[in-house]
């Protein structure tokens, strides 16, 4: 499997790929209502992509993997007290790593955490995080093994979800 930078070529293919990837999230009981959509947005992803912080992996053409990288965190990241005490720009937070069903359990989800590590690091960033919704527990096994520790739980509302929900959230020390 190569992981590699996202091109704007790569734009609508993302796009198909994020979006078949909220309906399979929409089917989840940790998200209300269903399918939200929207996440990433188209405008996320372009920026990901103009910055450098958007990666995939494909398989016969297809993306079946992604995730994207920037300093953005919800506002409520703002709220808790980190152990890696660092500015925004020395830390990265990952965004909308998805694996598609067909590929699960073949190793990709912990390659692109894997990778995200390393990118990050060869950035010289002090520190990786991300957040969890409550309830989707499959990804935070991964997380904790690649050694991500949990910091605290908060609410946030995605525009996604569209409602307040409670995120854990960890962090990586660089």
């Given at each position: 499997?190569?992981?590699?930078?996202?091109?704007?070529k790569?734009l609508?293919?993302?796009l198909?790929?994020?979006s078949?990837?909220?309906q399979?999230?929409?089917?989840?009981?940790?998200?209300?209502?269903?399918?939200?959509?929207?996440?990433?947005?188209?405008?996320?992803?372009?920026?990901?992509?103009?910055?450098?912080?958007?990666?995939?992996?494909?398989?016969?053409?297809?993306?079946?993997?992604?995730?994207?990288?920037?300093?953005?965190?919800?506002?409520?990241?703002?709220?808790?007290?980190?152990?890696?005490?660092a500015?925004?720009?020395?830390?990265?937070?990952l965004?909308?790593l998805?694996v598609?069903?067909?590929?699960?359990g073949?190793g990709?989800?912990?390659?692109?955490?894997?990778?995200?590590?390393?990118?990050a690091?060869?950035?010289g960033?002090?520190?990786?995080?991300?957040?969890?919704?409550?309830?989707?527990?499959?990804?935070?096994?991964l997380?904790?093994?690649?050694?991500?520790?949990?910091?605290?739980?908060?609410?946030?509302?995605?525009?996604?979800?569209?409602?307040?929900?409670r995120?854990?959230?960890?962090?990586?020390?660089?």
């Amino acid at each position: 499997m190569e992981i590699v930078p996202a091109m704007q070529k790569d734009l609508e293919d993302l796009l198909d790929f994020y979006s078949a990837m909220c309906q399979v999230l929409g089917e989840k009981d940790f998200l209300p209502d269903g399918d939200k959509g929207g996440f990433p947005s188209r405008a996320m992803v372009e920026a990901a992509i103009q910055a450098g912080g958007q990666f995939l992996a494909r398989e016969a053409g297809q993306v079946v993997a992604a995730y994207l990288m920037d300093h953005q965190g919800d506002a409520a990241y703002d709220t808790v007290t980190w152990p890696v005490a660092a500015a925004r720009d020395q830390v990265m937070v990952l965004h909308a790593l998805r694996v598609l069903p067909a590929w699960e359990g073949r190793g990709y989800a912990r390659a692109m955490v894997e990778h995200a590590i390393r990118t990050a690091r060869a950035a010289g960033q002090k520190a990786l995080r991300l957040d969890c919704i409550e309830g989707n527990d499959v990804p935070v096994r991964l997380y904790r093994a690649c050694g991500f520790r949990y910091v605290d739980t908060v609410p946030i509302t995605y525009a996604d979800i569209g409602v307040p929900r409670r995120f854990r959230l960890y962090e990586l020390a660089l």
